[in-house]
């Protein structure tokens, strides 16, 4: 009797080891910010904007990363950036619960650097989207519906266009009419696509953009040594796209993780990722 109780004893302790490891690396994968570096390499980028740095966020779904997002905007201060690339699903709830939030980061970042900013589903669904846009430009955030805007460095500029989602407002203007106009006003500049959605390579390449910023993944959620990624939506198990740099002829597509879980479901070996990147001719 002794001797099974003593067993007991043991698996339970066992059982409780594997329990509070499972909470830590939950804990972890959700609230540690992590900062990944990345180059995206092209020999048509201008020479003045060689070594330009950029960071890109995305999906924050309005978590915040210590008080009034010390964490967060800390991580983006020490990147270092010459502009801010945030690309969709800021928020995803009442305006009434989340401008505050959105006042209160856009006010911090647009500090740092220039802040570009493009719509991901979750704008549109929370059903204050267009109030989203008019509280994001009285920040001093440039709002990309569909358009573009040039970014001038060392007597050069490159092209910094944004789509709108899907999810957006029927009849919008397309990505193929935006990269006409484009080629129409900037003949064959260096073009920086942002865009929510990271399901769409072989358009962008078609198109001719240079490089992509994308995310809507969240990094597949769950990431396993032997997966990219477990499941994402709009890919579901297995997904293709979930992070880091996705070549199609001469476009580069740099899918960030995000911040946020999905669903209900916490991320796993998949910490919120702040992207850090250089452009480079290289």
């Known amino acids: 009797m002794e001797q099974k109780r003593k067993k007991r004893h043991t698996g339970l302790k066992i059982l409780l080891i594997f329990v509070l490891i499972a909470v830590v690396l939950v804990v972890d994968s959700n609230f540690r910010i992590v900062t990944d570096e990345f180059i995206l390499g092209n020999s048509r980028l201008p020479e003045g904007a060689e070594g330009l740095r950029i960071v890109h966020l995305s999906d924050l779904h309005a978590r915040r990363f210590g008080s009034g997002n010390s964490r967060l905007v800390s991580a983006v201060r020490d990147a270092e950036p010459d502009m801010i690339c945030i ?11 989340q401008e505050d939030y959105v006042r209160e980061l856009m006010g911090q970042l647009t500090q740092i650097a220039p802040v570009y900013f493009v719509p991901g589903n979750h704008e549109w669904a929370a059903g204050w ?8 430009r009285e920040e001093g955030v440039t709002v990309l519906r569909n358009s573009y805007v040039t970014f001038g460095r060392g007597g050069d500029y490159i092209v910094i266009a944004g789509v709108d989602d899907p999810n957006g407002l029927r009849g919008q203007s397309s990505p193929e009419k935006m990269m006409e106009e484009i080629r129409a006003d900037h003949g064959d500049s260096y073009v920086l696509l942002l865009a929510h959605r990271d399901t769409e ?59 946020a879980g999905s669903h209900g479901c916490p991320r796993v070996f998949n910490n919120p990722e702040v992207v850090s990147i250089t452009l480079s001719r290289q």
Request: proline share 5%; hydrophobic share 40%.
């Open 201 to 259: 390579l072989e358009l962008w390449s078609q198109l001719g953009f240079d490089a992509v910023l994308c995310g809507h993944a969240h990094g597949g959620l769950i990431r396993l040594p032997f997966t990219d990624g477990l499941v994402a939506p709009a890919q579901g198990l297995f997904p293709t796209w979930t992070a880091g740099i996705y070549t199609q002829g001469g476009t580069q597509m740099l899918v960030s993780r995000g911040f």
């Open 87 to 97: 690309t969709g699903d800021m928020v995803d709830g009442p305006r009434e619960e």
């Open 129 to 136: 989207a267009r109030e989203l846009f008019t509280i994001l």
